[in-house]
C-alpha cells in the first residue's frame, strides 16, 4: 500500500493506540519519537487497543511515507473504535445476568449452587 518511491515511512497514533513494528530478521525496535523504519518487504506494522472506545473513531493511526534523503510522500490514516465484549452469566442461577455478581468467582453444584454453567459444542461442523 505504500506509494511508488517510498523507501521509509513513519508511524503516529493517538494513546489509547498501542502499535508495533516487526521488521524481518530483526528484533523488535523500541519505537522514538520521530522513528522511521525502512519499508523493506516483510515488516510489519500491528497495532492494537487494549480498552473501549468512549466514542466511534476516537482513536487514530497515521503512517507516513518517505522517499530518498527523507521527503515526505504521503500519509495513510486509519481511524479505530474499540469495541468492549463482556461474557457475563446468570452466575447464581436466578434468571438475571449481574456484572458484579460474587458468584462469578466459584463453582458449586446443586439445587442451591451458583457458578456458570457451559455447555460447548465439539461436534464437528465442517467435515
Known sequence: AAPAGAVAFGVKHTEGVSVDVQLRGRGQPEPAAGTRWPL??????RFSMSRASAEVNDNKVTVSFYAEGGKPINQAGVFLTGVGISLDVDADRDG??????PNKASWAWGPEGHGAILLVS???DFP
Open 96 to 101: 438475571v445476568v449481574e456484572k458484579n455478581s
Open 40 to 45: 523493506d518487504e516483510g515488516t510489519v506494522l
Open 122 to 124: 465439539c461436534d464437528k
